[in-house]
């Protein structure tokens, strides 16, 4: 697989057709908007993905807010976009945009080294075809909700967003940050989100007979179904909620969460 770099030059990338044959899979950390200790435990995961897996899917929102501009990189989602990128020099990493991260630009695939989409990637795991797809805008019930969506994935809009001074403008985002997805804590409608999801997830299924597997995020419900013989859904659940992900291999797929290691205690200093 080639792609345009800088200067309209066709280069290599790394990626193939067959992403990896052990899949990690992570979505929806909302990095920024959480503790700090959240984002130290993400730091923590990426550093054992090599002992976990041998490529990594993270399947939208990552960060509350990502924007990236020609010139800047946000300060606060820094630690983890330097993490991604040496992580890249290791093993193939593929990202999906969500929709409070999918203005990636080629930010991205050009200084990281990932695999970046603003809202499907396709690629294999062994021989196993996998679509990966946030999930935004394809399930929602309300008419507020599409609209939002429409707006929000516009290119004025993110042509008018880059036109605002970066300082300016990651402070407006903060004033409407709960306002760019469904924040709902009410457990019988985000179980019905869940439902509708799965719901979507068989359809594409059905549509291309050729995936073996749709993974998906968005609903903060882990999810893990085998839909037609020998192909699944799969939702590894909000990294957010108890630090949770999924491995995927050509043969099938398994929902997990991750434990930091914890420090030594400091040792007293000794007696002089």
Not at 9 to 19: C, D, Q, S
């Amino acid at each position: 697989m080639r792609h345009t770099g800088c200067g309209g030059r066709v280069e290599p990338t790394i990626f193939g057709a067959v992403l990896g044959h052990k899949l990690v899979v992570v979505s929806d950390a909302h990095l920024g908007a959480t503790t700090p200790s959240l984002e130290e435990a993400f730091l923590a995961f990426l550093d054992a993905v090599p002992d976990l897996g041998d490529c990594l899917l993270v399947n939208g929102d990552l960060f509350d807010f990502w924007f990236s501009y020609s010139r800047v990189i946000p300060r606060r989602g820094f630690h983890v976009a330097a993490a991604l990128a040496r992580l890249a020099r290791r093993l193939p990493i593929a990202m999906v945009g969500g929709n409070h991260d999918r203005w990636g630009g080629e930010f991205w695939e050009r200084e990281a080294g990932l695999r970046f989409s603003p809202h499907r990637l396709t690629f294999q795991v062994g021989r196993r075809s996998v679509a990966a797809i946030h999930g935004d805008g394809l399930t929602e019930p309300h008419l507020r909700a599409s609209l939002l969506h429409g707006v929000i994935n516009h290119p004025i809009t993110a042509a008018v967003f880059r036109a605002i001074p970066p300082e300016l403008g990651l402070r407006l985002v903060d004033g409407l940050s709960r306002h760019l997805g469904d924040h709902s804590q009410n457990e019988a409608a985000l179980r019905d989100a869940a439902i509708r999801q799965r719901a979507w997830a068989a359809g594409l299924l059905s549509a291309e007979p050729e995936l073996g597997l749709v993974v998906m995020g968005h609903t903060h419900r882990a999810a893990l179904a085998e839909l037609f013989p020998g192909r699944e859904y799969l939702n590894p659940g909000a990294w957010l909620d108890g630090y949770r992900y999924a491995l995927v291999t050509e043969t099938g797929a398994e929902l997990r969460q991750f434990t930091p290691r914890v420090p030594p205690p400091p040792q007293p200093a000794a007696l002089r």
